[in-house]
């Protein structure tokens, strides 16, 4: 089950239904027509979605507008099988002043980010994966610890929790399932690719020798180049509403950042899901 939180139609939305198409997976698309509220009210609405689903059914939570699919979902189920974590979110490589800025916006446990092979140490919540009673149990958690407000950020809550506890929740730290990309600069906004090699519509980490099995291009980064690589029509690869797009989700971060002393030292770690 494919779970996609989507208000509106915007940045590469349609570029993700197509990869959707041709790997015949049908998303389910959540909270198209309401108003935006935030991350945490997109996973309020999974939580809702998956209590009455199938205890292990499997339950991949991806954002509909930067997420490029590179294989079926039986080979994603395969893979996260085979891993030890019960909730598994997608990792970041970040360079020396990104993982300034994410740690400072989002680490709010004063702890910093465990460190990993390869250096993808940090967690980013646009993708993850679990079964739909493990991530009802700790959604639930979450929500019942008072986490799960409208203005929180999923990436805030998510990080506290791994870092807390890796048994609890862990990250993709090999891309075996997820490759979480950033951008080389603010102006350009072209992808950090130094990493990645593309291949007969695959993408291989030549850091970590993985083949995942899907793309997420986060930050309003120009995935044109990717699009191209990977085999898809060049109308695509044009986003909608771009600048907009990225123009407010600057302030929003800026924001955020700014409201770092008033947040600073407060652990949002949710109880061990049993």
């Given at each position: 089950?494919?779970?996609?939180?989507?208000?509106?139609?915007?940045?590469?939305?349609?570029?993700?239904?197509?990869?959707?198409?041709?790997?015949?997976?049908?998303?389910?698309?959540?909270?198209?027509?309401?108003?935006?509220?935030?991350?945490?009210?997109?996973?309020?609405?999974?939580?809702?979605?998956?209590?009455?689903?199938?205890a292990?059914?499997?339950?991949?939570?991806?954002?509909?507008?930067?997420?490029?699919?590179?294989?079926?979902?039986e080979?994603?189920?395969?893979?996260?099988?085979?891993?030890?974590?019960?909730?598994?979110?997608?990792?970041?490589?970040?360079?020396?002043?990104?993982?300034?800025?994410?740690?400072?916006?989002?680490?709010?446990?004063?702890?910093?980010?465990?460190?990993?092979?390869?250096?993808?140490?940090?967690?980013?919540?646009?993708t993850?994966?679990?079964?739909?009673?493990?991530a009802?149990?700790?959604?639930?958690?979450?929500?019942?610890?008072g986490?799960?407000?409208?203005?929180?950020?999923?990436?805030?809550?998510?990080?506290?929790?791994?870092?807390?506890?890796?048994?609890?929740?862990?990250?993709?730290w090999?891309?075996q399932?997820?490759?979480?990309?950033?951008?080389?600069?603010?102006?350009?906004r072209?992808?950090?690719?130094?990493?990645?090699?593309?291949?007969?519509?695959?993408?291989?980490?030549?850091?970590?020798?993985?083949?995942?099995?899907?793309?997420?291009?986060?930050?309003?980064?120009?995935?044109?180049?990717?699009?191209?690589?990977?085999?898809?029509?060049?109308?695509?690869?044009?986003p909608?509403?771009?600048?907009?797009?990225?123009?407010?989700?600057?302030?929003?971060?800026?924001g955020?950042?700014?409201?770092?002393?008033?947040?600073?030292?407060?652990?949002v770690?949710?109880?061990?899901?049993?």
């Amino acid at each position: 089950m494919v779970l996609a939180y989507a208000t509106e139609k915007q940045a590469y939305f349609d570029l993700f239904m197509e990869s959707c198409r041709r790997f015949r997976i049908d998303p389910v698309i959540l909270g198209w027509g309401e108003r935006w509220e935030g991350t945490c009210k997109k996973l309020e609405s999974i939580r809702a979605y998956i209590k009455d689903r199938p205890a292990e059914e499997m339950v991949l939570s991806v954002d509909p507008f930067d997420v490029i699919f590179l294989s079926d979902l039986e080979e994603i189920e395969t893979k996260f099988r085979k891993q030890d974590a019960p909730f598994l979110c997608g990792a970041l490589k970040l360079q020396s002043f990104n993982a300034k800025v994410y740690e400072y916006e989002f680490n709010r446990t004063g702890l910093p980010s465990p460190e990993n092979p390869h250096a993808y140490n940090f967690l980013n919540a646009g993708t993850w994966i679990s079964t739909t009673s493990y991530a009802y149990k700790l959604l639930s958690n979450m929500a019942e610890c008072g986490q799960l407000q409208a203005c929180d950020m999923d990436q805030e809550v998510f990080t506290a929790q791994y870092i807390a506890d890796r048994t609890v929740m862990d990250i993709d730290w090999r891309c075996q399932l997820f490759q979480n990309i950033l951008f080389k600069d603010f102006v350009t906004r072209r992808p950090d690719l130094d990493d990645i090699r593309f291949s007969g519509g695959r993408i291989t980490n030549i850091s970590t020798g993985s083949q995942p099995s899907l793309l997420h291009a986060s930050g309003n980064v120009v995935i044109r180049k990717i699009a191209r690589s990977l085999g898809y029509a060049a109308q695509l690869a044009i986003p909608e509403k771009d600048m907009k797009n990225y123009f407010r989700k600057v302030a929003f971060h800026l924001g955020q950042i700014l409201s770092h002393k008033v947040k600073q030292g407060v652990r949002v770690v949710s109880p061990k899901v049993t």
